[in-house]
């Protein structure tokens, strides 16, 4: 397959500045000085999982190059994972000396994914995926964290419209309304149930959005995980359960992943 240059250089470039923001949001107390401690932590966290991230997009964009489907499929997962987590950057982390960074790494993420995909040529992709036994589990997979995950935030905030206050995890960050929920229930979970049914239907959409979306379940999970650890390590409440629960959508999304891929031609 062929990816445009100059599409791959938007993410080499998405990557350097990834590279900076996140060291500097390691390393510099100033970048979310103006945030309550728990949303301080969970920036921390998101930085480091960030780092991890860059690697694999500068691996993945060199095999890219090469023309590799495989590499092309983890290409798009990071950069689906960085659209993510960079929306929260910008929108819900206070206005600090990287705005404009956060600002720039959310539109290159953004054009370099549409611009790859507005190069695909679907036809000639139908072979690579003709045949792949993994499809209805990860089909079952997707169906079932997706549903999972509705059910969880759809409680919290119902709830909380039902009596009439404000979410607890709102209230802890100190933001107008939690970007979590409003990401997952507006784009990703509906992605990850419709990616679920296509993929049950062996549709070639399916197969094409299934690659990414494992992928970004690793990272958003490794991610999840590690807010968790770096908020307990500074003495806050941590569930053993949930940090359990989260650890193992880490596995399999990275068992699933990699037998994904082999099986793409």
């Known amino acids: 397959m062929k990816i445009s240059k100059i599409v791959l250089w938007l993410s080499?470039?998405?990557?350097?500045?990834?590279?900076?923001?996140?060291?500097?949001?390691?390393?510099?107390?100033?970048?979310?000085?103006r945030e309550t401690p728990s949303w301080a932590l969970q920036g921390i966290a998101q930085d480091i999982v960030n780092l991890i991230a860059v690697v694999v997009l500068c691996i993945a964009a060199y095999f890219v190059n090469k023309g590799s489907i495989k590499a092309f499929l983890v290409w798009s997962g990071v950069l689906l994972y960085l659209l993510y987590s960079y929306s929260i950057y910008a929108f819900d982390v206070h206005f600090n000396s990287l705005f404009l960074v956060y600002v720039a790494i959310l539109g290159l993420s953004f054009y370099a994914l549409v611009g790859s995909v507005i190069q695909l040529r679907f036809n000639d992709l139908q072979t690579s995926f003709s045949v792949n036994p993994l499809a209805k589990v990860v089909s079952v997979f997707f169906l079932m964290l997706g549903l999972v995950f509705f059910l969880l935030w759809l409680r919290e905030d119902v709830t909380a419209l039902v009596n009439g206050v404000i979410p607890p995890s709102v209230t802890e960050a100190n933001l107008p309304t939690n970007p979590v929920h409003i990401l997952d229930i507006g784009f990703y979970l509906p992605a990850m149930l419709i990616t679920g049914v296509l993929l049950w239907r062996k549709n070639l959409l399916g197969f094409l959005l299934a690659g990414p979306l494992l992928v970004f379940c690793v990272l958003m999970g490794t991610a999840i995980l590690d807010i968790f650890l770096?908020?307990?390590?500074?003495?806050?409440a941590t569930n053993v359960g949930i940090e359990a629960f989260i650890a193992l959508i880490i596995v399999v999304s990275l068992v699933l992943s990699v037998l994904f891929l082999r099986k793409v031609k």
């Open 12 to 33: 080499v470039i998405d990557a350097f500045l990834v590279l900076l923001a996140s060291a500097s949001g390691i390393l510099f107390k100033s970048i979310y000085a």
């Open 230 to 236: 770096v908020t307990g390590s500074q003495g806050s």
